[in-house]
């Protein structure tokens, strides 16, 4: 799985806020568990088991990930690397070629859980996409009341919502305000 469409994932499904004009809230419980399992398994992949240890781990890291999105979106490259350096320093992530199916890069630490594999996976993805020409690419919804993010891997760098549903959303709401001027 692309570790920037992981972080993505953990921080829509795992920090509060607003999704599409309504209210969202934090699983709890179970569907903690069943979010962080979907977020990890949202590429087609087998979701993994995660246990609650788990699930409340990766549910602070979507937080953090959250700041680096917001300040990359707000220009702030510093605050978003000092965050990212942060995750990194805390899940102590270091590169190692890994044979699943087949060789693949994945990111430990000396504490192997699920969710500091995954924490420290991210950190390093987000890490990459700041030190590269996608540090301008980490974005959050445009769109009101919804503060979802997102990677714009556009052509043109020009994406400002989360989903084809807010871009829906908005450009229908632009449509009834010009016809109501009209009328």
């Not at 399992?37 to 890291?61: H, I, Q, T, W």
């Not at 320093?89 to 990111?107: E, I, M, S, V, Y």
């Not at 995954?118 to 769109?143: P, T």
């Amino acid at each position: 799985m692309n570790l920037l469409t992981a972080a993505v994932q953990l921080v829509n499904r795992l920090t509060p806020g607003q999704t599409g004009g309504a209210d969202f809230e934090v699983p709890v419980g179970t569907a903690l568990v069943e979010a962080v399992a979907d977020a990890l398994g949202a590429d087609g992949r087998r979701r993994p088991k995660v246990s609650k240890a788990d699930a409340e781990k990766l549910s602070a890291v979507a937080v953090r990930m959250r700041v680096v999105f917001e300040a990359a979106h707000g220009g702030d490259t510093d605050q978003a690397a000092s965050e990212v350096n942060g995750l990194l320093r805390a899940t102590d992530a270091r590169p190692q070629l890994d044979k699943t199916d087949g060789w693949n890069l994945h990111f430990h630490g000396p504490d192997d859980t699920l969710a500091n594999g995954w924490a420290a996976g991210c950190a390093a993805g987000l890490a990459m996409a700041l030190g590269s020409d996608l540090a301008g690419r980490l974005g959050v919804c445009a769109a009101p009341a919804c503060d979802r993010v997102f990677v714009d891997t556009s052509k043109n760098s020009k994406r400002r919502f989360c989903s084809p549903a807010c871009q829906s959303r908005v450009k229908a709401a632009a449509h009834r305000a010009r016809q109501a001027e009209t009328r």
